[in-house]
């Protein structure tokens, strides 16, 4: 395939493949008939309420259940001591133990001693409806005896640290170095010109998705089955893991994920609450059930971010940069969740951002400290890298003396480079950087907007103009197996699909990709769809429930329709490599001579003989003629393992207008050019783009999980954690630009994370520019009012 | 987070209502539109164990104008004043400063009556009534008295309402000209960090959170009576005052908010 501007260009005009359609989720969702699992209730069940710790790190002296136990409804109370035997040795599983010699505390899913962040749970109430849960939870009474607790990643690995886990000796999990030549960095760095050397401050995000967690376990007392209903991104993953944790044998545990209301990543892990219902539900022999309330998900599900990044750029006097160095410190949090530790590598290999520079030096040190575990979030990892170096690059340009525009574009890998092997060893497949941003620049009349800002600064207005670039580029559609070998994580990557073809010629598709708000099920019907030449309203997409889907890998890391939908795509040609030979029977024919069109087999040449699908899908059905020695229906089944992973990347322009007087950030203009190769369905693109972006925006104006310095968390609710509205959304201007991976057949890249990704250091770059006239060079996240207000104070010189 | 149990009355009217007031003392709370008394309870911050429903009250429901007087219901919703042509025409700053109040669920709920009683300091319809001179009408077991709005705000959450007492109708005089509302928030939905109410060019002027109860910014409106430019008179907004410190805005910052949104209030409402 060429490279174009148009994605609808790549396929065939009568294709739905490249053009927007509506997602057919939709009128579920809206109407309210979906069923999210707070919407399911069985019979008998028994409602959980959790005692969760107010403190961020204390001995727990006792529990005291009596108060709980006067309330109507409330059965039992349980203290972690009590539940031990329940799980035994089984802790909570971190799949992802970057080095051998990581320390993984073990991690119960109820404290039996010690409460080390402020959530932990620490006992466990049983009622007979969520109102009396509730009511018993807060009637228990813990005594604690407070520990010294360590809340700051810094002051963790200080001398003399208080320690979350007493018998590890020390705060620090694991340390991952990746860099390929250390004599060719330090030798870039005592050669450079210029050298650009930053910290910042990745603050802690509530990923916040509109359905918090939920979890109902269904024991089938006579067969020792256990059914998890659980809110959650990843039933494969779950069912393995819960059979691994309780010692319940794999073949009698299924897991379904009904509709689920959003992850960003903190539905990608295997939580207290599955464990400790499934082993409820289990030992009494009823249905034992849990729902997080929105207070509660600030502390009990995973936060993402969380580092202290320390970046370094050593470049020539033409602002070419020749290395990149870089120091984090990630905060892990009290324990390691599903993929906590490998997190900050997925980063790890992109803080040289799309850059052609040639030597690499990446170090993380990941710390415990006494607060709730970080894990992965939209991005995870990557929007930290890109933060980092696309930040350090606009310093770079203002050491230099070029734009921002300039400094990248003097450092992009060039178009016709790829394949191209990147300095921290990855094989990055295709895109053209400069056309990327070239486009972003027209789009978003850079001209003018200088020359706004320029007339601005002259009059010493109260509304400063600032403009930020954010170029990135990311890998994604993790991944192929091999390297996730290599990188010591627990499970592969590939992906797995049926299409199963039915009598009536209606199509079944069975996905191992579990979708919950990214529209696979519109996307994937339009894959097979334009295939097999039928309506995409006559492919059902079915997922998320492990007695119909048994093989899969689930959603995250902008994986689905790279891997998935491939899997997808490659089983139906697998369906079609079959229903081929049936026509060739049909029509005594050889199969060589037959052509696919419009949903029927013709003689090439010859259109009047054709076997049309659906005579194909009745013929294998009735087996009453098929070719000899051929089986009956018409199904197949493909795992794909992807060879690479694949390279989305863009650029985005974030315009903002800084009231200085109140230190007020508006985003008055958003381009976004993003390269996410061809795409399937460009409305569930734009909007992934509108999305992510805003989530981006979000952590660089709004979100901050705010803990005090004992360890408290400040904001529960979601009047102190500022998640944005639509209200606050710039009115995004988007397109693409595509170069087609070579990866794929589809030549498809991810779409997920993008937005994320790109518009944290976007809007950033653009409050420092607006303001570095007035002395400010940096900005700490989030840019509230108060925060940009001192800034401008300090560079002032005058009070903060 | 689950409210604690209650009992639930429908008042058939507000006599009714005071009646049910009457007979169970502090126990008992009004529900109007709930936007503020559901929130505390699910947060646990009331526990009433009895919920008298005024909300049906629809005949407490109009904005009628008599005489230079505009009478408002107490059960009528702040949509209703966002909407309403008669405030449009007579007294737009009480429109206006409605159209700002959370969202539009938020303001198809929530009441006026409701946001006075519950005595918000961060709140903005307050704002406009206490800048306008406003004045609240109760209703209690001795029947009905009026209280100045300067009269009505007297500590965090606390209001000159006895126990057993309903608003039933606000007055605003009609009017107002030279008005201005400065709403200053991070987020569309939220409440004010800092806000000023300008009525009747600066003859009345309220700030938004910048203590315990809404309050006038009494020294702006001196300054403005003694003919202070608004930059004078803005200057003196936050003195003597002691705002809060939360996560979005620590004392010294709001004081500063003050001063900006209170000019910003003057010149928009024609003082120069
Ligand atoms: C998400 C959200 C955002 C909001 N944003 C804003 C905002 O930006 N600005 C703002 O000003 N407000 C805001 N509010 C509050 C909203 O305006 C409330 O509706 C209002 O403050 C209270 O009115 P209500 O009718 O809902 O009162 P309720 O919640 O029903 O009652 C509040 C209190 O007043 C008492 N009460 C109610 N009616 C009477 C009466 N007639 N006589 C005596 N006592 C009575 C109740 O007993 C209770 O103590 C917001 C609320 C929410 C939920």
Redesign the pocket.
């Known amino acids: 395939m060429t490279m174009t501007d148009d994605p609808a260009t790549h396929m065939d005009s009568a294709s739905h493949m490249g053009r927007p359609r509506l997602r057919r989720e939709d009128p579920e969702l809206l109407t309210g008939e979906a069923q999210f699992i707070d919407d399911m209730s069985l019979h008998g069940e028994v409602w959980v309420g959790i005692v969760r710790s107010t403190e961020a790190h204390a001995t727990i002296l006792g529990v005291d259940g009596s108060a709980a136990l006067e309330i109507d409804g409330v059965t039992e109370v349980l203290s972690g001591a009590d539940l031990a035997p329940l799980w035994g040795e089984g802790a909570l599983p971190c799949a992802w133990p970057v080095t051998d010699d990581m320390r993984n505390p073990a991690h119960l899913p109820v404290a039996t001693s010690v409460a080390k962040y402020v959530g932990d749970a620490v006992a466990v109430v049983l009622a007979d409806s969520r109102y009396a849960a509730a009511d018993g939870a807060a009637a228990v009474s813990v005594d604690y005896d407070p520990l010294p607790a360590v809340v700051d990643v810094e002051a963790a690995v200080a001398d003399g640290a208080p320690l979350v886990h007493e018998d590890l000796g020390t705060n620090e999990s694991y340390t991952w170095p990746l860099i390929p030549n250390p004599e060719a960095v330090e030798e870039a760095f005592s050669n450079a010109a210029h050298v650009v050397s930053e910290r910042y401050v990745q603050q802690r995000l509530i990923p916040a998705p509109m359905e918090p967690r939920g979890v109902i376990a269904a024991p089938g007392v006579a067969s020792g089955e256990l059914t998890l209903y659980s809110a959650t991104q990843i039933p494969h993953i779950l069912k393995v893991m819960t059979a691994v944790t309780l010692g319940i044998p794999e073949h009698k545990i299924r897991v379904v994920a009904p509709s689920v209301g959003g992850g960003f990543g903190c539905k990608l892990n295997v939580y207290a609450e599955e464990i400790l219902c499934s082993a409820l539900a289990m030992d009494r022999g009823v249905p034992v059930r849990w729902t997080e309330s929105r207070s509660e998900a600030a502390t009990a599900t995973i936060q993402g971010r969380g580092q202290v990044q320390h970046i370094e750029l050593a470049a020539d006097d033409t602002g070419r940069v020749q290395a990149v160095r870089v120091k984090l410190l990630a905060d892990m949090g009290a324990y390691l969740q599903l993929v906590t530790p490998g997190v900050p590598l997925l980063g790890g290999f992109l803080y040289h951002g799309c850059y052609d520079i040639a030597h690499y030096s990446f170090e993380c040190t990941s710390v415990f400290t006494n607060k709730t575990p970080t894990d992965a979030y939209r991005g995870a990892g990557r929007p930290e890298a890109t933060y980092a170096i696309e930040r350090a690059m606009d310093s770079l340009a203002v050491a230099v003396g070029v734009t921002p525009e300039e400094i990248r574009s003097r450092n992009f890998i060039a178009a016709d480079a790829f394949p191209y092997e990147s300095c921290a060893g990855l094989i990055f497949d295709s895109g053209d950087y400069q056309a990327v941003l070239d486009k972003a620049v027209e789009m978003a009349g850079l001209e003018g907007v200088r020359a706004t800002q320029a007339q601005r600064r002259a009059d010493g207005s109260s509304r400063q103009i600032g403009i930020g670039f954010s170029s990135y580029v990311e890998m994604c559609g993790l991944a192929p197996s091999r390297v996730l070998a290599s990188l010591n994580y627990g499970a592969g990557g590939w992906e797995a699909a049926t299409v199963r073809v039915l009598p009536t010629a209606k199509v079944q598709v069975i996905t191992g990709s579990t979708p919950h708000g990214q529209g696979h099920e519109t996307s994937w019907s339009m894959i097979v769809a334009d295939k097999l030449g039928i309506d995409p309203d006559d492919v059902e997409v079915l997922h998320s429930d492990t007695a119909i889907s048994p093989t899969g890998l689930d959603t995250y890391g902008s994986r689905s329709l790279s891997v998935g939908g491939t899997a997808v795509f490659m089983a139906t040609d697998k369906v079609l490599d079959k229903a081929r030979l049936i026509a060739a029977h049909q029509l005594e024919a050889n199969e060589d001579d037959l052509e696919y069109v419009d949903g029927a087999f013709q003689v090439k040449g010859t259109p009047t003989a054709a076997a049309p699908f659906a005579a194909i899908a009745f013929a294998a059905f009735t087996a009453h003629d098929l070719p000899d020695g051929m089986e009956p229906n018409l199904e197949a089944h493909v795992t794909y393992d992807p060879p690479n992973f694949t390279f989305p990347n863009g650029t985005h322009i974030a315009v903002v207008e800084v009231d200085t007087d109140t230190g007020d950030v508006g985003i008055v203009d958003y381009v976004a050019v993003d390269d996410c190769g061809n795409q399937v369905n460009p409305m569930i693109v734009e909007g992934q783009v509108h999305g992510g972006v805003l989530q981006g925006a979000a952590q660089a104006l709004y979100e901050d999980a705010v803990y005090t310095e004992d360890g408290q968390i400040v904001t529960v609710n979601l009047?102190d954690y500022l998640v944005p509205s639509a209200a606050e959304a710039p009115v995004y201007r988007v397109a693409s630009h595509v170069t087609p991976s070579p990866t794929n057949p589809m030549g498809v890249k991810g779409i997920g994370e993008a937005g994320t990704i790109a518009a944290t250091p976007a809007v950033i770059n653009a409050v420092v520019d607006a303001l570095r006239p007035m002395g400010v060079t940096d900005m700490a996240m989030p840019a509230s009012p108060q925060t940009v207000w001192r800034a401008i104070n300090e560079a002032q010189g005058g009070a903060s | 987070m689950i409210p604690a149990s209650f009992d639930y009355k429908v008042a058939e009217s507000?006599e009714h209502?005071v009646a049910l007031l009457t007979e169970h003392g502090d126990e008992a709370?009004?529900?109007?539109?709930?936007?503020?008394?559901?929130?505390?309870m699910r947060f646990r911050l009331?526990t009433?164990t009895v919920l008298?429903d005024?909300?049906r009250l629809d005949d407490?429901r109009y904005i009628n104008a008599d005489n230079g007087t505009i009478s408002i219901g107490?059960?009528t919703?702040?949509s209703e004043l966002e909407h309403s042509e008669l405030l449009a025409q007579s007294c737009p700053m009480m429109a206006s400063v409605a159209a700002?109040?959370?969202?539009p669920?938020?303001?198809h709920?929530?009441?006026?009556?409701?946001?006075?009683?519950?005595?918000?300091p961060?709140?903005?319809?307050?704002a406009a009534v206490l800048a306008l001179g406003g004045t609240i009408v109760?209703r209690g077991p001795g029947g009905d008295r009026e209280i100045a709005a300067t009269d009505f705000f007297t500590g965090y959450f606390e209001?000159a309402?006895a126990d057993d007492?309903?608003?039933?109708e606000v007055r605003v005089p009609a009017g107002g000209a030279g008005w201005n509302y400065q709403?200053f928030?991070r987020r569309a939905?939220?409440?004010?960090i800092v806000g000023v109410a300008v009525a009747n060019a600066g003859a009345g002027v309220s700030l938004?959170n910048m203590g315990s109860t809404p309050l006038r910014a009494s020294a702006v409106e001196a300054a403005v009576a003694s003919g202070a430019s608004a930059a004078d008179a803005a200057a003196v907004a936050a003195e003597g005052l002691q705002p809060p410190s939360d996560l979005n805005a620590d004392a010294d910052y709001r004081r500063h908010l003050a001063r900006v949104f209170t000019q910003r209030a003057l010149n928009a409402a024609g003082v120069a």
Do not use: C, F, Y
Request: glycine content about 12%; hydrophobic content about 50%.
């Open positions: 009047g | 507000a209502a709370k009004l529900l109007a539109g709930g936007h503020s008394l559901i929130p505390m009331a009433p008298v005024v909300g407490l107490a059960l919703r702040h700002l109040v959370g969202d669920a938020v303001r709920r929530g009441t006026l009556g409701g946001t006075l009683a519950h005595s918000d961060a709140s903005d319809l307050p109760a209001s309402l007492e309903m608003i039933v709403k928030n939905q939220d409440w004010a938004v």
